[in-house]
């Protein structure tokens, strides 16, 4: 089992950046597909990004494209979500997941106009 640990998270303006961290403990063997995912206030968890490092690779949903990166440091078993030109629709509580199953507890962005 793999526990996950989501931190970073906070007010900005609109155009500003957060870096997010999600730190595993436990089977961190399993971690090679981790995934960010977000929900915001009314509405349901959506994917945002994931890496898979076994064969490295990177996908992103749509609305992030271009402003969001995703790295991971296998030494401190952790995850990163870079976030660039933040938008007030990018507010929501994020989560960390390892492919979807396993879940972080989550931390908070929110984005002022």
């Known amino acids: 089992q793999v526990q996950l640990v989501e931190s970073g998270g906070g007010l900005v303006q609109a155009g500003g950046s957060l870096r997010l961290s999600c730190a595993a403990s436990g089977r961190t063997v399993s971690m090679n597909d981790m995934r960010w995912y977000r929900q915001a206030p009314g509405k349901e968890r959506e994917f945002v990004a994931g890496i898979r490092w076994i064969v490295v690779s990177t996908n992103f949903a749509d609305p992030v494209k271009g402003r969001f990166t995703i790295s991971r440091d296998n030494a401190k078993n952790t995850v990163y979500l870079q976030m660039s030109s933040l938008e007030p629709e990018d507010t929501a509580m994020y989560y960390c997941?390892?492919?979807?199953?396993?879940w972080g507890q989550g931390t908070k962005v929110t984005v002022c106009s």
């Open positions: 997941s390892v492919a979807g199953g396993t």
